[in-house]
């Protein structure tokens, strides 16, 4: 079928049919906006060539590992928006409490053709194969997460930015064409189809069993009016001087965009036409986070199934730690003195406070916070799952491919052996005083004190 969106986004993952049925399904479950979505484009150009209604449907997932209260209430504010959004389009939004794998084989009875976006994670993958494997109709997977298709930027893993730069650059312009989705021919509102759509996000929260030890975040509002409002801001006041300004802890230089991409609520290919369009000193500097750094994070689960484990690393960062193993350590952290923010060093303690209270730490202060989990955990393989676990528990954009590859990083991936030191081998090491030499860094333990 044609349709007009790019075909490598496409791709059919059962070898079931499409049926004469009552209407074409949308399983949302990483693309949680409806602009710039080709999932539903897709959907919408399908539902019209059969002449049949479009339903689209999220199922509320309980257990999704490492959920917790605040990621939930920050994907519950980005879901009704969605619902008001569909319900102009005329479309029906089935959201429903249950195993989204359940909900979706449910609905696709009466389906004539079901089709999903696409998340990489293990158990994403492991949701789509078990919906694929029992969808009586044709199901058809759309890649909306990402400028340039996974598999189109590169058939393996690569080794570092440098390697994926120039692959998915040569992709990219033929990928950077923003699209409006229009109504369907057909409404579907009509349909009746139960659905907990219309309820509050403080009501579809009271029902929620989850893990509610992390309270929502008061800084970051989910949605995506909220990113552009946020990305809004960014393009008049700090793209300009990106290059200049993202790393400094204190200072106010990124985009906060990443909780937004995570959900789906913005899509990369519209910050990236806005910023082109803008253009200006800032706009190369941000393109590469946006595309190649965030592409190649994709690239990494994508191809590399122990994107979660000390595993993943390259042999020469793994035997590099090996050797380095029973180094003293002069400071020595449990996991839960690194929960409670209770080393001696005040601007790590004030990262991982930033993190606990915001939901979100400053991106440089990313990549220090995780070094001194390696350097103060007792074994490197004892700090790669303390990272991810605080880093997935925290973070409103943690249980992302950036988050395995960020962690993944302070390890060695994605990066080259350096002068040889202790405990950390070759890999690459960063210190406090390189902080103070490079940033003003009492203005960010400020930003931090007043939770900003
Ligand atoms: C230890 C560690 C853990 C991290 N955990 C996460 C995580 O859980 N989720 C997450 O989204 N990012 C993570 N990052 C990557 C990065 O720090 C954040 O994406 C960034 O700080 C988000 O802020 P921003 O949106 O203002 O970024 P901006 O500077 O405005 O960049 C724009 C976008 O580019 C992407 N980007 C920026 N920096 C990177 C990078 N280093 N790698 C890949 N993509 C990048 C992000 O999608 C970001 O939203 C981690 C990095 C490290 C070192």
Redesign the pocket.
């Known amino acids: 079928m044609i349709t007009s969106v790019e075909p490598e986004r496409v791709r059919v993952l059962n070898d079931a049919t499409v049926r004469t049925r009552d209407y074409v399904l949308y399983w949302m479950q990483s693309s949680h906006r409806t602009e710039e979505n080709p999932a539903l484009r897709y959907a919408v150009e399908r539902g019209d060539q059969a002449h049949l209604p479009l339903v689209v449907y999220f199922g509320l997932w309980q257990t999704y590992p490492e959920a917790n209260l605040r990621h939930f209430r920050f994907m519950l504010e980005g879901l009704a928006e969605v619902a008001r959004s569909l319900e102009s389009l005329g479309i029906r939004f089935i959201l429903r409490i249950e195993p989204p794998d359940k909900g979706v084989l449910d609905l696709a009875t009466n389906a004539a053709l079901l089709i999903v976006d696409r998340g990489y994670l293990r158990q994403q993958q492991l949701l789509y194969r078990h919906v694929a494997e029992r969808c009586p109709c044709s199901l058809v997977q759309v890649e909306g997460n990402v400028v340039v298709p996974v598999e189109a930027a590169s058939q393996k893993e690569e080794y570092s930015a440098a390697t994926f730069r120039r692959k998915v650059t040569y992709h990219v312009d033929r990928f950077l064409h923003p699209f409006n989705t229009g109504s369907p021919e057909r409404s579907s509102l009509g349909l009746d189809l139960p659905t907990l759509a219309g309820e509050t996000t403080d009501a579809l929260l009271s029902q929620l069993t989850i893990d509610r030890s992390v309270l929502p975040s008061a800084l970051y509002k989910g949605g995506t009016a909220e990113a552009n409002r946020r990305y809004e801001q ?1 393009l008049d006041n700090r793209l300009g001087g ?1 290059a200049d300004n ?1 790393n400094d802890p204190g200072g106010d ?10 959900f789906g609520q913005v899509s ?1 290919v519209t ?1 990236a036409v806005l910023a082109q369009e803008q253009g200006g000193n800032g706009t190369p500097a ?1 393109l590469e ?3 190649v ?5 994709v690239n990494f689960v994508r191809y590399n199934g122990n994107y979660d484990s000390f595993s993943s690393l390259p042999t020469w960062a793994q035997k590099t730690l090996a050797l380095h193993h029973a180094d003293p350590r002069e400071y020595g952290y449990s996991l839960n003195e690194l929960e409670h923010a209770a080393t001696h060093d005040p601007y790590w303690n004030a990262a991982q406070k930033e993190m606990m209270k915001t939901g ?5 202060m ?2 220090y ?3 001194k ?1 390696l350097e103060w955990s007792k074994t490197p393989e004892d700090a790669y799952p303390a ?1 991810l676990y605080l ?2 528990k925290y ?1 409103i ?11 993944a ?2 390890f060695g991936k994605h990066d080259h052996p350096w002068g040889e030191r202790p405990i950390f081998g070759m890999v690459r090491y960063m210190n406090a005083k390189g902080l103070t030499r490079k940033f003003e860094m009492d203005q960010y333990l400020e930003n931090v004190r007043q939770g900003r």
């Open positions: 960014f990106y993202r230089g990124g985009s906060d965009m990443s909780p937004y991409l995570h990369p910050l941000f986070q946006l595309i750094r965030r592409e190649l994070a979100k730490m400053q991106g440089y990313r990549m916070w995780g070094k989990v990272a880093n997935n973070e954009d943690g249980r992302d491919p950036n988050g395995y590859a960020g962690v990083w302070c």
